[in-house]
């Protein structure tokens, strides 16, 4: 493998065998698509670990570093298992992904909490558990914090959101960093909510200052610049405030490279520059060394995973497109409609068979927009063919819908030759489980 794993489009494991059939994890893909049936995620266990690992010995140089996993990504018991085995904590910003946590015993303090409207019923949950850390969004948040706090006579660790002001070049629904954001404090609002916390909020020990940028960066300069930002607020604070904060967390973002077009940087190129930055900027303002934080999301999970659809109809638009249409799309794979994300994918039963045609996959949802993939060039696509979408780790189960009532995909986690389930494919009765008729419409 050249490079690490956000830089390759294939999984870690995945190869061709000897039918031409692609494999991943010592798998026939042909073969799970028979077994579990379609549309299935496949998410590759060894290139989930080896991603893991990468982060951390990116950055091992730097004695106090953690690694979180941005939950959002693709959160369920069995990936809290293995992040646990791997050392790498998690980012959380809901109940459900807390309480996912919970269930998987994963250890609390290695949690930490974002989110930029938090329910008092989130943060007494998260206090109740003994979360890590939260980190605060919003003056509101810092007020109803401290009264749950002070309601339990308990201090609560947390850091501070910033809006760092710096625009990255990724599709306007995933920069977070810019000045005009929903997320965090103004840096200019910064003075105002330290104030508070150090005379009102007395349950509130502010330990560090987190901002995020945005999601699919592919710009190794904005880390650089980011990390000069927060220490510069570093050290004003401890002008200012004579408060010497002890943690930094900078987020995720990390791009991963979904088709050639793509070029990210490797996790090493990230932990470069990150940590020159921050040496530089540590001796500019002589500050101690803070703990650092980073929590990437897709980065870590989206080219382990895969989506196997079986093909079914056709339609051959006269002097125009030809749209071979899938048994998934939109509900499980929203991001092509939602931010023209783009993929690549090949057929899993014919991986190495001459390129015939170029078609578009079309998904089989009643929206003209649910297309998987435009101008696809496949060898001859028939019905019945296993189709392989790549880099469906990342924001697909994780923002799967049941639109137009189809179940949600089972999952699976494939290594060294097993395959287990993870997700169970819904069914007809989980669909209508939660449906209620009101006894006046006596149906
Ligand atoms: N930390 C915070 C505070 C975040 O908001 C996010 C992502 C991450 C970490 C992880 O970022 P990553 O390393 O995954 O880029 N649904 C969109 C992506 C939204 C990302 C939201 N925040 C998509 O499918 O592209």
Same mark, same amino acid.
């Given at each position: ?15 061709? #065998? ?61 990936? $809290? ?24 015993? @994963? ?9 930029? #409207? ?12 003994? &979360?890590?850390? &939260?980190?605060?969004?919003? @003056? ?15 201090? *609560? ?10 625009? $990255?070049?990724?599709?306007?629904? &995933? ?46 300069? *904005? ?5 000069? *930002? ?145 101008? &696809? ?26 639109? #137009? ?27 209508? @489980? ?10």
């Amino acid at each position: 493998m050249a490079g690490t794993v956000n830089q390759s489009i294939m999984p870690l494991t995945a190869k061709v #065998n000897e039918n031409n059939h692609l494999e991943i994890g010592g798998l026939d893909t042909v073969e799970l698509a028979e077994i579990y049936g379609t549309p299935l995620y496949v998410l590759d266990e060894e290139g989930i670990r080896t991603c893991c690992r990468q982060y951390k010995d990116a950055f091992s140089s730097y004695k106090n570093a953690r690694i979180l996993f941005a939950s959002k990504a693709f959160m369920t018991k069995a990936m $809290c298992c293995i992040l646990k085995s791997e050392g790498i904590g998690l980012d959380v910003v809901s109940g459900g992904e807390l309480y996912t946590a919970l269930k998987s015993d @994963f250890p609390m303090e290695n949690i930490y909490f974002n989110g930029n #409207n938090k329910s008092s019923e989130e943060l007494e949950l998260a206090i109740d558990s003994k &979360i890590g850390r &939260i980190t605060v969004d919003n @003056f509101l948040e810092l007020a109803l914090l401290d009264s749950v706090a002070k309601s339990k006579n308990v201090n *609560i660790d947390i850091l501070l959101r910033l809006t760092p002001g710096i625009e $990255c070049h990724t599709h306007e629904y &995933i920069q977070t960093g810019h000045l005009d954001s929903k997320f965090g404090f103004d840096i200019t609002q910064l003075d105002e909510a330290i104030e508070l916390i150090t005379q009102e909020y007395t349950n509130l020990n502010l330990k560090g200052l987190h901002a995020h940028i945005g999601s699919q960066i592919f710009e190794t300069r *904005i880390y650089h610049d980011l990390v000069g *930002i927060i220490l510069e607020q570093f050290a004003k604070i401890k002008d200012k405030f004579n408060i010497t904060l002890e943690e930094m967390n900078l987020g995720g973002g990390l791009g991963v490279k979904y088709t050639d077009d793509d070029n990210p940087p490797s996790i090493y190129d990230i932990a470069k520059i990150i940590l020159d930055s921050l040496n530089m900027n540590l001796e500019k303002y002589n500050l101690p060394a803070p703990k650092l934080i980073i929590e990437p999301g897709r980065s870590i999970i989206c080219s382990s995973g895969v989506t196997l659809y079986t093909v079914g109809s056709s339609k051959q638009v006269p002097n125009g497109t030809k749209y071979v249409a899938v048994d998934g799309g939109m509900s499980d794979n929203p991001r092509p409609s939602m931010y023209q994300a783009k993929y690549n994918a090949v057929l899993a039963n014919k991986v190495n068979d001459k390129i015939t045609e170029t078609v578009t996959i079309a998904g089989r949802f009643c929206e003209s927009g649910d297309v998987l993939i435009k101008n &696809i060039e496949l060898p001859d696509i028939e019905p019945g063919d296993i189709l392989c979408v790549f880099d469906t780790g990342a924001y697909n189960y994780s923002m799967s819908s049941n639109y #137009n009532r189809v179940q949600k995909p089972a999952a699976i986690l494939v290594h060294n030759g097993t395959s287990d389930v993870i997700i169970e494919r819904e069914s007809y009765e989980n669909l209508v @489980f939660l449906d209620r008729i009101p006894e006046r419409l006596s149906c």
